[in-house]
Every structure is written in structure tokens, then in C-alpha cells.
């Protein structure tokens, strides 16, 4: 059985991959067009010419998963966003010590559930 902390963490660690595979290709796309070995290359042609729109498109997602994961990220027992309670949403995938109670009702993340 999972503890309230394991399936935040579980559903922040999902947010934040998605995150990093955003930004990813404008990364890849920036370092390319920066330093292009190859100017003959339909890829390095297109990553000089198009690498802002990836940033942008990259950038876009990383803050609709953000503002999401506020959402996502809720108490257990009283769907009161914990996102906003504390701290970032990377604290729950990084197992930060002080987020270990719901700030609204109590609950303490780390228990597991009793039925």
C-alpha cells in the first residue's frame, strides 16, 4: 500500500519528466545552431532558422505541466493543494523533509493509510 508521499512523489516525478523531455529538443536544437560543424545538414539548417520556436513550445509546456501539477498535488483526505501549502512541486519527488503534514488538515504524509 502506498503512503499519501509515495503517490505525490510518484505523480511529481511523472510531471517533472515531462518537464525535461520539453525542454529537451530546444536544448539540443540551441547547441546545435551555436556551434553548427555541419552547414550542409538539413538538421543544422533548420535548428539555426527554427531553435526559438522549440524554446518556446519547450517553454510553454514546462509551465502548463507547472501550473498543473499545482492542481494534481492534493491532500489525500481533503484535496487541499499541498503545491501551494509549502513549497515547489519538486519537493515531493525530491523527498524534502519539510513537507510532512497537510497543512490544512494535519495528515501526515508519511503515514500509511489506516482503513
Known amino acids: 500500500m502506498l503512503t499519501p508521499r509515495q503517490r505525490l512523489a510518484r505523480i511529481a516525478r511523472i510531471g517533472l519528466a515531462i518537464q525535461a523531455i520539453a525542454i529537451l529538443p530546444a536544448v539540443v536544437a540551441m547547441m546545435v545552431s551555436w556551434n553548427p560543424s555541419n552547414q550542409d545538414s538539413a538538421f543544422v ?65 508519511d503515514a500509511s493509510r489506516s482503513d
Open 45 to 109: 539548417q533548420w535548428c539555426v532558422s527554427y531553435w526559438w520556436s522549440l524554446l518556446l513550445l519547450g517553454t510553454f509546456v514546462y509551465t502548463a505541466v507547472a501550473y498543473a501539477l499545482s492542481f494534481l498535488l492534493r491532500c489525500p483526505h481533503c484535496r487541499y493543494r499541498l503545491s501551494r501549502a509549502y513549497t515547489p512541486t519538486w519537493a515531493f519527488a525530491s523527498h524534502n523533509a519539510h513537507v510532512r503534514y497537510s497543512a490544512h488538515c494535519g495528515l501526515a504524509l
